[in-house]
């Protein structure tokens, strides 16, 4: 999967690593997620191999890292039977990145074939956002505070 086949860090000592909220999606194809992360959101590939990766987004002052597994190391999480060949995940959930130009990633989402739900639009609550489907139909809304 390219430069970030490097060894990470052992499982041990980056679950002791994490703090906060923590956001793990299920994936059919890793590789199709990072592709997204990196290509539309503009994330960071920390680690990524076939069965997992780590992402990671930084601008300004936002930070955020999250994970992504493919359904087969899950094969004890009570998670994936209620998944099953769903076509659509993450139903009614919003992932939400700040400071993350809506604009461009609702373009670079078109550019590279994914869903634009609705393009960029500023909202009453002081943002400027836009809805993304990635390939397994997670909802990515990228905003930025209006000037």
């Known amino acids: 999967m390219g430069a970030a086949d490097k060894e990470f860090m052992p499982a041990e000592e980056y679950g002791r690593s994490l ?5 793990n999606l299920l994936v059919r194809d890793v590789g199709r997620a990072v592709a997204f992360a990196r290509d539309v959101l503009g994330a960071s590939v920390a680690y990524a191999d076939t069965d997992f990766a780590v992402l990671r987004y930084a601008c300004g002052p936002s930070r955020a890292e999250w994970m992504v597994h493919s359904d087969g190391t899950y094969h004890s999480n009570p998670l994936l039977g209620l998944i099953g060949d769903a076509q659509v ?4 959930a919003e992932l939400r990145l700040y400071h993350c130009d809506p604009d461009a990633a609702a373009a670079r989402a078109q550019e590279h074939g994914h869903h634009v739900l609705a393009e960029a639009a500023d909202k009453p ?4 956002e836009a809805y993304i489907l990635d390939p397994d139909g997670y909802c990515w809304v990228p905003g930025v505070h209006k000037t």
Do not use: A, F, P, S
């Not at 703090?19 to 956001?23: S, W």
């Not at 995940?89 to 009614?92: A, K, L, N």
């Open 89 to 92: 995940r993450g139903v009614g």
């Open 19 to 23: 703090q906060g909220l923590g956001i």
């Open 125 to 128: 609550h002081g943002l400027r």
